[in-house]
């Protein structure tokens, strides 16, 4: 053998073992590539079925709130029928002293009320025609005596009496 025969088959040994290298590399990435998508087809399968899980949980809560809406509905119509019931029994009963007294004081109250929101009324009215009404004028302010005036008065001092002090 020559040593171009010798040459070539060392270089192609080395790319020989430069495949092999690189097949070996390729297949630890097929390998992770194999294991992640078993791991994503597990997520999918997992996510479906917590999709179904909230499908008949919302059906559930649909079927919950139409049977609740079904009950409330029932219940508005009763008390919309006693409520009836109820006006007609008013309506029918026979009117007592006691109860015309209530009326009528009821009547009254009603009729003070009236009357009194009708003076407010007008009293805002005019407020409005005289505004400089609202307005107080405001008292002169006293001289304030200082604090060495009080120290010296003349005046005997009580215990009810505290200077300095707000009133």
Known sequence: MSIIAIGLNLMLAGLL??????GWRLNKRLQALRDSHDGFARAV???NAAAERAEQGLADLRAA???ATDALGD???KGRDLVH???RLIEQAPATPTRRREIEDDRDDERAQERRLGALLAAAREARKRPERLVR???????RASFDDELFDDEPLSLTDVRGARR
């Open 65 to 67: 709130t139409d049977e």
């Open 137 to 143: 004028e405001a008292p002169a302010p006293r001289p």
């Open 17 to 22: 073992a430069a495949a092999l290298a690189m």
């Open 45 to 47: 399968r997992e996510l």
């Open 75 to 77: 219940r508005i119509q």
């Open 85 to 87: 019931k109820l006006e």
